[in-house]
């Protein structure tokens, strides 16, 4: 038998048979063997994990994956799904407003590469997650606040409307006979909306939208967009992001000290654990009126979820099943 033919063969079987193999390339017609890393060979099983019952939008994301799409416009694409879900009043049109009855929307996304764009308390612009993302491909900038986003979507092409739907004006006008005002623990099935997602080169991005807490005050500004609390991704580690109680995630920021957790080699489960822990465990720390969740994904595929109380869930689109899972919590009763 020939060396060429030899070589040829030997090569192609031995792909089949081992993670590290050889492999022909050409050299001035000449045939050489050369290694090929695990790293070649291996397909990367696309991921997405969402915060609470988002089916819709996981499989909005998770379709923009399998056909090869960025893990960066997954999330944008999915979330934009929740964006415009009037029936869903923490996100986007529908969204509850403030104590004015003026609806704002924050939103933040994060790319493979450490860029991070968001916006903050924007008026009559439903789709902000994509306006973020202006802000990071488009400006030298990381944020825009208020009429300045508000200006900047409609200079990029974004139509102005009113998010202010029957329904939530409904609810905003029953608040105000008594006007009082508390955090509300959500045992519903949605909230904020952050998502995290792998593509087919193993790249991470992330995104987090929301109408923030329902009759806030006016230009109170949660951990959604924020670098660091709502959403944090490092693409060598991994991402994670929150919901709930923002004002309770910014002062642990969360989302960073999950990925560093993961950094230093705990898992996403451990690393969640954690995150609720630095908030539970702060002396005089009163969590029975107030929730925060947090999910998480490593650079392995690993996910991991946890909340102060019960009622979170979550959804995770992997090996082509999207589910939704209700996360473990930590307020369980005492035996």
């Known amino acids: 038998m020939k060396r060429r033919n030899f070589l040829k063969k030997a090569s192609v079987s031995g792909l089949g048979l081992v993670a590290v193999s050889s492999t022909l390339v050409s050299c001035d017609d000449k045939k050489v063997v050369r290694p090929v890393k695990t790293a070649e060979l291996e397909v990367v099983k696309p991921l997405v994990i969402a915060t609470w019952k988002t089916d819709l939008a996981v499989e909005t994301a998770a379709a923009v994956l399998e056909k090869g799409g960025t893990a960066l ?43 991070y ?14 306006v973020a993302k202006k802000v990071m491909e488009e400006t030298p900038h990381v944020m825009l606040v208020g009429d300045g986003a508000e200006s900047f979507a409609v200079s990029k092409g974004f139509k102005r409307e ?18 009082e005002y508390k955090p509300i623990i959500n045992i519903e099935n949605h909230d904020t909306i952050g998502m995290l ?7 991470i991005s992330g995104a987090c939208t ?3 807490l329902a009759y806030k005050l006016p230009g109170r500004v949660g951990d959604s967009p924020i670098i660091g609390g709502g959403l944090f991704v490092d693409n060598e580690v991994g991402g994670a992001s929150a919901t709930g109680l923002g004002e ?3 002062k642990t920021v969360g989302s960073f000290l999950i990925v560093e957790l993961m950094r230093q080699g705990k898992s996403p489960q451990k690393a969640c654990e954690e ?11 009163d969590f029975k009126n107030f929730q925060v969740g947090y999910i998480a994904v490593n650079k392995k595929g690993e996910t991991g979820a946890y909340s102060i109380h019960e009622w979170f ?8 099943e999207n589910k939704n899972i209700k996360s473990d919590f930590y307020n369980k009763p005492k035996a």
């Open 248 to 250: 309770e995630v910014l």
């Open 197 to 203: 997602a792998i593509d087919k080169k193993g790249n």
């Open 210 to 212: 929301t109408s923030g």
């Open 73 to 115: 416009d997954a999330v944008e694409q999915g979330c934009r799904i929740e964006e415009a879900n009037e029936k869903g009043q923490s996100v986007g049109k529908g969204g509850l407003p403030d104590r004015d009855g003026n609806v704002t929307l924050d939103a933040c996304i994060m790319d493979d590469k450490g860029n």
């Open 117 to 130: 764009g968001a916006v903050l308390g924007v008026k009559n612009i439903k789709h902000v997650i994509s």
């Open 162 to 179: 009113n998010l202010l739907t029957e329904a939530a004006k409904k609810a905003w006008e029953k608040w105000k006979i008594k006007s």
């Open 313 to 320: 869930s979550y959804n995770v689109y992997k090996n082509k």
């Open 275 to 285: 995150a609720i822990g630095r908030i539970v465990n702060k002396p005089g720390k």
